[in-house]
Nanobody, 117 residues
Framework: QVQLVESGGGLVQPGGSLRLSCAAS????????VGWYCQTPGKERDWVAT???????NYADSVKGRFTISRDNAKNRAYLQMNSLKPEDTAVYYC???????????WGQGTQVTVSS
């Protein structure tokens, strides 16, 4: 079972940038995909982006061209570079190992991203 801790969120103006970090513990990180997800109050988590164990990436249409997912297996970390942020990006962001359909780790507390002028 992998434990994950998200950090890097904050308050940013529209058009600004943030870099989220996901620190993982456990034995499955390096051999599994990692995904970023977001959630707003009263709604289920939405998938944002995935990076596979070998580095290929996929993004939700709403963030293509603005967000970049990356990973550093040696450090058991994954990242989400968020550029050109929009108010509709406001959410709590979570990371997890596995696919978007089968997350394998325990959900952390996430990190709050607020985009507001």
């Amino acid at each position: 079972q992998v434990q994950l801790v998200e950090s890097g969120g904050g308050l940013v103006q529209p058009g600004g940038s943030l870099r989220l970090s996901c620190a993982a513990s456990g034995s499955i990180f390096s051999i599994n995909a990692v995904g970023w997800y977001c959630q707003t109050p009263g709604k289920e988590r939405d998938w944002v982006a995935t990076i596979t164990a070998f580095g290929s990436t996929n993004y939700a249409d709403s963030v293509k061209g603005r967000f970049t997912i990356s990973r550093d297996n040696a450090k058991n970390r994954a990242y989400l570079q968020m550029n050109s942020l929009k108010p509709e990006d406001t959410a709590v962001y979570y990371c997890n190992c596995g696919s978007r359909w089968n997350p394998l780790g325990s959900w952390g507390q996430g990190t709050q991203v607020t985009v507001s002028s």
